[in-house]
């Protein structure tokens, strides 16, 4: 019974805790934009909800998460499937799909992903619009090269944007992950400059680690995973 009842306890713990951290980083966000001359409602919150399990993601969401990214095609569909929707379409959970995407994943997925923020190839664009009409997404860049991260060169960008609409997506803007060692501004200041040479809206950039530079560097939208759920089992100073 005693070990019920401190289960019990330390789980209403860290769900607490899961809401304080919300809020923490809410305000960070807030004041990084007010800070860069922005209005803080310019900037999105995305709550990453990987290795995060249904009843933690759900003390987020009764924090006030709307936005939840996933970066598994598995892991988004079951627990896109346990949350389930509301009957406030302002509170309704909106699914990101931010990791490396295969092709023969989009399918399961398509049904659940509000928003694509991974697209790095003119083959996958294909086939998600194929999948999923008018689909809303992201134009994944790698300015760095490394090459165990997604993304186009910064280069191919352009020509990638065209073929997204071109097979029927709704290119809202780009999407970066940048290197876990050294100064990631010099790689926010240059997917800001090319989403405005681009002429688009959203600037996808931006984790636990460094999403306030990101802000300053002009984010619209930042990924937040670890500083609001605690590390990752097995990864230390993990971004995400």
């Not at 990987?50 to 924090?63: H, L, M, N, Y």
């Not at 020509?159 to 940048?178: E, I, Y």
Request: glycine content about 10%.
């Amino acid at each position: 019974m005693n070990d019920e009842h401190d289960e019990r306890h330390d789980r209403e713990n860290d769900e607490a805790l899961i809401g304080e951290r919300l809020a923490e980083v809410q305000e960070r966000i807030a004041t990084a934009a007010r800070t860069s001359g922005r209005d803080p409602a310019a900037v999105s919150l995305v709550v990453v909800t990987k290795e995060v399990d249904v009843q933690r993601i759900r003390a987020a969401r009764a924090a006030g998460a709307v936005d939840l990214g996933e970066n598994r095609t598995a892991e988004l569909v079951a627990k896109a499937e346990a949350i389930g929707s509301t009957g406030d379409p302002d509170r309704a959970p909106r699914w990101h799909f931010i990791g490396r995407l295969q092709r023969n994943k989009v399918r399961a997925a398509a049904p659940y992903v509000a928003l694509w923020q991974s697209i790095d190839r003119e083959e996958l664009a294909a086939e998600v619009g194929r999948r999923a009409p008018g689909a809303e997404v992201l134009v994944q860049v790698n300015v760095t090269g490394e090459a165990q991260k997604g993304g186009c060169p910064p280069a191919e960008a352009p020509a990638l944007v065209d073929a997204c609409r071109a097979h029927g997506c709704r290119v809202d803007g780009l999407m970066t992950v940048p290197p876990l060692a050294g100064d990631p501004r010099p790689v926010f200041a240059r997917v800001r400059q090319m989403t405005d040479d681009l002429g688009l809206r959203v600037c996808s950039m931006g984790m636990s680690g460094d999403y306030e530079v990101a802000i300053a560097e002009g984010a619209t939208m930042v990924r937040v995973g670890s500083a609001i759920f605690g590390p990752r089992p097995g990864v230390a100073n993990a971004r995400r």
